[in-house]
């Protein structure tokens, strides 16, 4: 079994099952310990379907600008019924497609671009089918470290003409996309593309997620609808899994477990 010394905080492995239930018990024998994140806090994210839905329900809408969701679906199982399914949810192609699944993986991190209704019966259910959005091929990934607030640029999927549209069809994988490898931060980008978001914005939706999820660890990945210079979207949400790596994207780590404990 696991014995556990007197810690002044716990920083949670994000998959091990037998672990989470000697986390479980650990707590309520050591209710002076911070458990960072609870492990009944996390469980949604690992789903797609419900991971967005807070950002949703928030509606967040200020005078620095707003934050939506792209429209989406969920395909449990069925490819062939696939577009019939996102004719009659009136989505607009191309649309991006994720596992339903976000346990961490390098599969769960893969995505597809789907620009026509025949390629759609060449995913691979269960997934979530979300609308794209043009953003300029950029994206923001904001790192929440209790209080603190860390933003890095990513390349991602560039911007889907019309033309482009009429003419390319078909299905393009895509192994991962915001990764560290892809930063944009030192790249010659559009000033209109590259600006990041406004802080007071990103203050109130890092208040809000942290009260609505229950969690301190987390980041998420963020677009602006290209063309304008206030309109968000959050594309994805998911747990600090590389805890290491992300105390050296994010310095205010340190200090934030310094404070809590």
């Not at 492990?39 to 419900?50: G, K, M, V």
């Not at 999820?213 to 998911?238: K, M, P, Q, S, V």
């Given at each position: 079994?696991?014995?556990?010394?007197?810690?002044?905080?716990?920083?949670?492995?994000?998959?091990?099952?037998?672990?989470?239930?000697?986390?479980?018990?650990?707590?309520?024998?050591?209710?002076?310990?911070?458990?960072?994140?609870?492990?009944?806090?996390?469980?949604?994210?690992?789903?797609?379907?419900s991971m967005l839905q807070?950002?949703?329900?928030?509606?967040?809408?200020?005078?620095?600008?707003?934050?939506?969701?792209?429209?989406?679906?969920?395909?449990?199982?069925?490819?062939?019924?696939?577009?019939?399914?996102?004719?009659?949810?009136?989505?607009?192609?191309?649309?991006?497609?994720?596992?339903?699944?976000?346990?961490?993986?390098?599969?769960?991190?893969?995505?597809?671009?789907?620009?026509?209704?025949?390629?759609?019966?060449?995913?691979?259910?269960?997934?979530?089918l979300q609308e794209f959005?043009n953003h300029g091929g950029?994206?923001?990934?904001?790192?929440?470290?209790?209080?603190?607030?860390?933003?890095?640029?990513?390349?991602?999927?560039?911007?889907?003409?019309?033309?482009?549209?009429?003419?390319?069809?078909?299905?393009?994988?895509?192994?991962?996309?915001?990764?560290?490898?892809?930063?944009?931060?030192?790249?010659?980008?559009?000033?209109?593309?590259?600006?990041?978001?406004?802080?007071?914005?990103?203050?109130?939706?890092?208040?809000?997620?942290?009260?609505?999820?229950?969690?301190?660890?987390?980041?998420?990945?963020?677009?602006?609808?290209?063309?304008?210079?206030?309109?968000?979207?959050?594309?994805?949400?998911?747990?600090?899994?590389?805890?290491?790596?992300?105390?050296?994207?994010?310095?205010?780590?340190?200090?934030?477990?310094?404070?809590?404990?």
């Amino acid at each position: 079994g696991y014995l556990f010394a007197t810690y002044t905080f716990v920083l949670r492995p994000i998959h091990l099952t037998f672990l989470t239930i000697y986390l479980q018990d650990y707590r309520q024998t050591h209710p002076e310990v911070t458990v960072l994140d609870p492990p009944d806090a996390i469980q949604h994210l690992h789903n797609r379907q419900s991971m967005l839905q807070c950002v949703a329900d928030m509606n967040l809408s200020t005078s620095y600008g707003r934050v939506g969701v792209p429209r989406q679906l969920v395909i449990k199982k069925d490819a062939s019924s696939i577009a019939d399914a996102v004719d009659k949810a009136g989505l607009i192609l191309p649309l991006v497609a994720k596992p339903l699944v976000a346990d961490g993986s390098a599969k769960s991190h893969e995505l597809s671009l789907a620009y026509d209704q025949y390629s759609l019966q060449k995913l691979e259910p269960p997934l979530v089918l979300q609308e794209f959005v043009n953003h300029g091929g950029v994206l923001f990934k904001v790192y929440i470290v209790g209080e603190a607030i860390k933003v890095v640029r990513r390349f991602s999927l560039p911007d889907v003409t019309k033309r482009e549209l009429s003419k390319v069809t078909g299905v393009f994988r895509f192994p991962r996309v915001s990764c560290a490898a892809a930063s944009a931060d030192d790249a010659d980008l559009d000033p209109s593309v590259a600006e990041l978001p406004p802080r007071p914005l990103l203050e109130r939706l890092a208040k809000e997620l942290r009260w609505r999820l229950g969690l301190r660890l987390f980041n998420l990945d963020i677009i602006r609808e290209h063309g304008t210079r206030d309109h968000f979207y959050a594309a994805d949400l998911e747990l600090l899994v590389k805890i290491l790596q992300g105390m050296g994207k994010c310095r205010g780590m340190n200090i934030y477990l310094q404070t809590s404990s």
